[in-house]
Structures are given as C-alpha cells and as structure tokens.
C-alpha cells in the first residue's frame, strides 16, 4: 500500500514565526491529502486539505502546497500561536471503492511564547 | 449535521478479558465507516472498514474484529485482550461518494 513519510518529527518554533511540515507519498494515484490536528487526549480534526487538481490552498494561516511530480504535500503554519501548539499528521488517500487513508507518523509542534 | 458516538470513552480492562467498542453515526445514511488505532505518542493504523450493513474488511487485524450490524453503528471486539491492544482506539466516516474522513471523539482502553 501507500507509504507516506512527514518530517519533521518535532518542531519547536518561535510564536508570530512561520512552520512547516513535509511529506512525501509513493503511490502517484493518490488523489487527496488532508492534513489532521490533534491535541492532546482528544481526536484528530481536520484542519485544511488539498486535492490532486490543486496546487495551494489557504485557509486563514494554513497553507497547503501540492507537488504532484515531485510527491511530496507541506503544511505551512504562518504566524504561529501557541494554540497552535499540538500533534500534526499528513494524510494521503489513493483513490479506490472505499477511501483508505495512510498517515505518517506525525509531527509534534511546540510554539514557544 | 452528522454526529459520531463512540462508546466507552475510557476503559480499564485485563489481559484475557473480552472487549467491545461501539460507534454510532447519526445524521448521514449508509457512511462508509472505519476503525483506527493510535498508540501512544504514534500514528493513526486503519484497522477495518466498511461500506455497507454487513461487510466488514480487514486491514490489519492485531487480533479483533468488526462488525456492522446496523448501517449507522460499528462495533470493534476481541475475546481475550491483549497487553498492546492498549491505545486509543477512533471510528471515523466518510461519504460513501466522498473522501472526506471525520472521526469520532474515541474510546481510550489500558489493558492491565
């Protein structure tokens, strides 16, 4: 199945500075890349997410960049509050009868004030 | 508007126990509906999915299994529990025509 590598695994940035995360999938039928939030003892929301026939999405501070011959999706979090302080995960999603998704392994952000 | 009820939200269980978590989704008809489980501090692993009342596909065992025997509710069990069933556990949803996946607030089980 599909692999989907995110990097880094810790990130710690200074508030009102910028952060960004990596992936990179394998499987180029992958159609969709959401991009989940998750703070501590609860679920992961979704947060922004961008599909194949997109290069860039922004919602608000939240920017969403899509290579598609190159693999690889970033999240980009201008502005950084500490409320932004959480557990980020990529997601990738080829497309089949049903919708299986494949994360990577997270990343943990810390926005010092 | 679609809610998602998972039940327990917490549970304390010993090894060799039997295990029974429940999802319910209102408010949207015939979802495709998912099992995921998250270690600690890790990532988010499908463990089953299903598209309709009935059909329950496997991704990854780690010894339980689902059911769907309404086209709103899902239900992960196992009989006997194992130390690294430990974790949070997430029913999550889709569309059937979308990919869009929302999930559940989870049920967080320590096997002792």
């Known amino acids: 199945g599909e692999q989907v590598e995110q990097l880094p695994s810790i990130l710690r940035v200074q508030e009102g500075s910028s952060a960004s995360i990596n992936c990179s999938y394998e499987?180029?039928?992958?159609?969709?890349f959401p991009w989940y939030k998750q703070e501590p003892g609860e679920n992961p929301k979704l947060i922004i997410d961008?599909?194949?026939?997109?290069e860039r999405k922004q919602i608000q501070e939240l920017i969403v960049l899509l290579d598609k011959k190159a693999k690889r999706f970033s999240l980009h979090i201008t502005d950084t509050q500490p409320g932004d302080s959480a557990m980020y995960f990529c997601?990738?999603?080829?497309?089949?009868?049903?919708?299986?998704?494949?994360f990577g392994k997270g990343t943990s952000l810390t926005v010092i004030p | 508007a679609q809610t998602i009820h998972q039940w327990p939200v917490a549970e304390i269980k010993a090894v060799g126990s039997p295990l029974s978590l429940g999802c319910t989704i209102k408010?949207?008809?015939?979802?495709?509906l998912y099992w995921y489980w998250q270690a600690t501090g890790g990532t988010l692993q499908q463990l089953f999915y299903?598209?309709?009342?009935?059909?329950v596909e496997s991704v990854v065992q780690l010894n339980l299994s689902a059911s769907r025997p309404k086209d709103d509710q899902f239900i992960l069990s196992t009989e006997k529990l194992l130390l690294s069933h430990s974790g949070f556990y997430l029913c999550?949803?889709?569309?059937?025509?979308?990919?869009?996946?929302?999930f559940g607030e989870g049920s967080r089980l320590i096997v002792v």
């Open positions: 999550a949803w889709t569309r059937n025509s979308g990919n869009t996946l929302y």
């Open positions: 499987d180029s039928a992958s159609n969709y």
């Open positions: 961008i599909r194949s026939n997109m």
């Open positions: 997601a990738a999603s080829p497309p089949t009868g049903y919708q299986n998704f494949y």
């Open positions: 408010g949207k008809s015939s979802p495709n």
């Open positions: 299903s598209i309709t009342v009935g059909q």
